[in-house]
């Protein structure tokens, strides 16, 4: 009988879901983050990371080979420089399309602004921020609405849908939606 425990877990814990050297662990796994519960079926191979803060964070425990893109990184602190140009890089967003067309498996983000929809269109960035409601083909937009958060503005966020499609996700506790 297989038990499976769902667990609320840190930044630095979830690198080991993607370690294939110092821990076994026993897929699927189940994490708590940010108010989403969600099991990882697998080890993530196709992580699209968001922010200077994730990226460095990836390589410096030697994970570039799992990394697909970064969005909104220039660039890393200098030792990581060879690996952090393994993979593309975006200056902001890509597109949501972009982003699906690349087919991760985990997007990992330091802010909540990598699972937001843009409902407000002042909040577009570059004329396509990363628009889940149409990448997705939904009928609908997302569905968590968060009310007036540090910007003032209601925002949506599509995590739920991109879990939907398949895709897990993990973002900074200190940014929680």
């Keep these: 009988m297989c038990t499976m425990v769902l667990l609320k877990v840190s930044t630095s814990s979830l690198l080991l879901l993607f370690s294939s050297t110092a821990y076994a662990i026993n897929y699927p796994v189940g994490i708590s983050n940010c108010h989403y519960s969600q099991w990882i079926q697998k080890k993530p191979e196709r992580v699209a990371v968001a922010s200077s803060g994730a990226v460095e964070i990836m390589l410096s425990m030697g994970?570039?080979?799992?990394?697909?893109?970064?969005?909104?990184?220039?660039?890393?602190?200098e030792p990581l420089n060879d690996e952090f140009q393994k993979f593309k890089h975006y200056d902001k967003y890509p597109s949501a399309q972009e982003l699906m067309d690349s087919n991760p498996d985990?997007?990992?983000?330091?802010?909540?602004?990598?699972f937001e929809d843009p409902a407000?269109?002042?909040?577009?960035?570059?004329?396509?921020?990363?628009?889940?409601?149409?990448?997705l083909g939904l009928e609908e937009?997302?569905?968590v609405l968060i009310p007036?958060?540090?910007?003032?503005?209601n925002k949506?966020?599509?995590r739920d849908e991109i879990h939907a499609a398949g895709i897990n996700t993990y973002?900074?506790?200190s940014y929680c939606e």
Excluded: F, Q
């Design 106 to 114: 985990m997007i990992y983000a330091t802010y909540s602004s990598a």
């Design 141 to 143: 937009s997302c569905n």
């Design 63 to 77: 994970l570039a080979d799992r990394v697909i893109s970064s969005s909104w990184v220039k660039e890393v602190w």
């Design 156 to 158: 949506t966020y599509c």
């Design 148 to 153: 007036s958060n540090s910007y003032g503005d």
């Design 171 to 173: 973002l900074a506790e």
């Design 120 to 135: 407000d269109p002042s909040r577009v960035v570059g004329g396509d921020r990363l628009n889940y409601t149409e990448a």
